[in-house]
């Protein structure tokens, strides 16, 4: 006769293949296809960050860009947080330049995002809701479409996913809250806005144990941990630019395109490198937000629907730009954004532990107020609206059999 522990131990193994599976053959499906295309997109972003790891890996300078800064081990590419490119020159180091390892390691990340989900919702809720999130994550059709992008986004969310999983896991075992700040600083190191989290973390701790003491030492280690990824990547930018810049350079650049433009459309002068453009935009800044301060918090909610209800996923194009934009719409719009704000209704009911999917949210909130209103920035909190749409519904479906 099988014990009850062993055999619950089987069950979830079988669960977590199973979304493991159910978020992987998507994935792997449309990387191939777009590898088998060619439809593999080199432009913007992807391009300077496909550039970065390929030149970094082969221990080459850069081309001459005005957002690259030649030779630098740690990269010279400062304007782009250098996650991403540390991902992608791990990947060429190891399997040589080309474009079929990173996007399929991708979609091994974004079948780990899901399965960590899974992993998420079964200790906050039920087995059940944790399944449901995990295959509402694997099969979300934007977050499959990212699998074959070299953008930040999979690996982004699979960070913090697995930041989340481990502060569930902390209790009072410094070892863990150490480990924690380390993903949290390579998350942060792909997108800086999580470095929120840094500061965050402590009343999250004392929310969750009820002793700030306890809630103080955590959060020390759990910043130590951080320090130690971002603090490399401080000191390369110090040493090239001359200054204190934590992450990268392009914090006044991302507010400048993303809200001064609109209002005072001031060409950027010709010749300045990524340091000087993050100078010229900051001024710029700043005359904006004294002269249309008003008009910056008018254009806010304009801003947070866009992120929170739009569906136009850059860089899609075409059938597939379309495709994704219905999806969406019938996904998001009318399931996962409702549904999601039901649960959060509910939040009083999940255990203390569930603060820390609240970081999540309250990080990425931030992100419309100093950035363009891209919809791809909410791709982050659609982890926790996934699982809150489940404990709705489990919810509805509990008190309709009582």
């Known amino acids: ?3 009850a522990a062993e055999e619950r131990g089987g069950r979830q193994t079988r669960l977590c293949l199973f979304v493991a599976l159910a978020a992987l053959v998507p994935r792997a499906g449309y990387v191939a296809y777009v590898k088998t295309s060619g439809s593999v997109l080199l432009e913007s972003d992807m391009l300077a960050y496909d550039e970065a790891g390929r030149c970094m890996a082969r221990s080459e300078p ?3 860009k005005w957002y690259f800064n030649g030779y630098h081990p740690l990269s010279g590419s400062t304007y782009y947080p250098p996650g991403y490119p540390y991902f992608l020159a791990l990947v060429y180091r190891i399997f040589g330049y080309g474009h079929w390892a990173p996007l399929l390691g991708q ?3 974004g079948a780990g995002s899901a399965v960590l989900l899974f992993w998420i919702g079964r200790q906050l809720v039920s087995d059940r809701v944790g399944l449901l999130a995990g295959l509402s994550f694997g099969l979300y059709p934007p977050l499959v479409y990212y699998s074959g992008v070299l953008l930040t986004e999979t690996l982004y969310v699979f960070l913090v996913l697995a930041w989340v999983w481990l502060l569930l896991r902390i209790g009072c075992r410094m070892g863990v809250a150490f480990c924690a700040g380390v993903l949290l600083g390579l998350a942060s ?6 470095l929120l989290g840094i500061l965050l973390a402590l009343p999250a701790f004392w929310y969750v144990h009820r002793s700030l003491r306890l809630a103080l030492r955590l959060s020390l280690i759990h910043a130590c941990g951080a320090a130690i990824v971002v603090l490399p990547v401080a000191i390369r930018n110090y040493e090239i630019h001359h200054e ?7 914090g006044p650049p991302t507010f400048y395109f993303g809200h001064v433009v609109k209002n005072m459309d001031v060409p950027i002068p010709k010749g300045m490198n990524d340091r000087a453009v993050r100078e010229w935009t900051r001024r710029e800044n700043a005359l904006y937000l004294r002269r249309h301060f008003f008009t910056y918090l008018w254009e806010l909610p304009d801003y947070y629907a866009a992120v929170l209800i739009a569906g136009v996923y850059w860089p899609a194009t075409g059938y597939t730009r379309e495709l994704l934009r219905k999806a969406d719409f019938l996904l998001w719009n009318l399931f996962f954004l409702p549904f999601g704000l039901c649960g959060f209704l509910l939040w009083r009911r999940l255990p203390r532990e569930s603060v820390y999917l609240l970081l999540i949210i309250a990080i990425h909130l931030v992100v419309p107020a100093i950035a363009s209103p891209f919809p791809r920035y909410r791709v982050p909190m659609f982890p926790v609206f996934a699982l809150l749409s489940w ?3 489990a919810t509805l479906c509990a008190r309709e059999r009582d």
């Not at 190191?189 to 999580?194: E, L, V």
């Not at 204190?244 to 392009?250: A, E």
């Open 391 to 393: 404990v709705a519904i």
């Open 62 to 64: 850069l081309p001459k």
């Open 107 to 109: 979609a091994l990340l």
């Open 1 to 3: 006769m099988i014990p």
């Open 189 to 194: 190191i792909t997108r800086a806005p999580m």
């Open 244 to 250: 204190l810049v934590l992450v990268s350079t392009n």
